[in-house]
């Protein structure tokens, strides 16, 4: 998982042309003190700076961003990838 989430960022950070204000390490993974956050950390930090925010309430999140939806308060986006 740490190695994906280290590529993924890289190809997002290319995309962007390396104009990148932060990294956040946030949910489950900003929990891991003892692995993820340092190699995450070690590996990412010659993007941008990096912060670290635990949670751990991605699901209502979701739930909570779906229910705005289905009730009209915001517009669903929608991402293609480009051709």
Known sequence: MAYQIVKWTGRMAAVLS???DSIIITGG???DSRFMVPWLTEKLS???????????N??????????????GI???????RAE
């Open 29 to 31: 993974i900003a929990h």
């Open 58 to 71: 991605e699901e209502l999140s979701l739930a909570m961003a779906c229910s705005r939806v289905l009730e």
């Open 18 to 20: 390396g104009d990148v």
């Open 46 to 56: 010659f993007i941008a700076p990096i912060s670290v925010v635990p949670g751990g």
């Open 74 to 80: 915001e517009k669903a986006k929608e991402y293609r």
